[in-house]
């Protein structure tokens, strides 16, 4: 099995800066995709920024100029430094992996439990 751990959510003011991490554990052997969603009330879940193993990222356009991913392959652990954070981030940041586990080919799809961020004006 393989299980996500976030950390760094919080609570941080209008302009402010927030990073978080997600680390994957468990019998990795590789990892082809990682991601964070985001759920605000009353609204789908929705990609916020993905990498994949090539390195190429993705951006939600509300986020771009904003929010930068990377990705620690050592660690599998996967970033998401938020700067100049608005009111309108506020949501439950999901982190999402899709990961070939040692001893398999094909690929599955692991959730994070979420992590909340709360941005005040």
């Known amino acids: 099995q393989v299980e996500l751990v976030e950390s760094g959510g919080g609570l941080v003011q209008a302009g402010g800066s927030l990073r978080l991490s997600c680390a994957a554990y468990?019998?990795?052997?590789?990892?082809?995709?990682m991601g964070w969603f985001r759920q605000i009330p009353g609204k789908p879940l929705t990609l916020v920024a993905s990498?994949?193993?090539?390195?190429?990222?993705n951006y939600d356009d509300s986020v771009k100029g904003r929010f930068t991913i990377s990705i620690d392959n050592a660690k599998n652990t996967v970033y998401l430094q938020m700067d100049r954070l608005k009111p309108e981030d506020t949501a439950v940041y999901y982190c999402d992996a899709r990961v070939i586990r040692t001893g398999y080919i094909y690929e599955n799809k692991y959730w994070g439990p979420g992590t909340q961020v709360t941005v005040s004006s």
């Open positions: 990498i994949d193993n090539d390195g190429i990222t």
């Open positions: 468990g019998s990795i052997s590789r990892i082809n995709f």
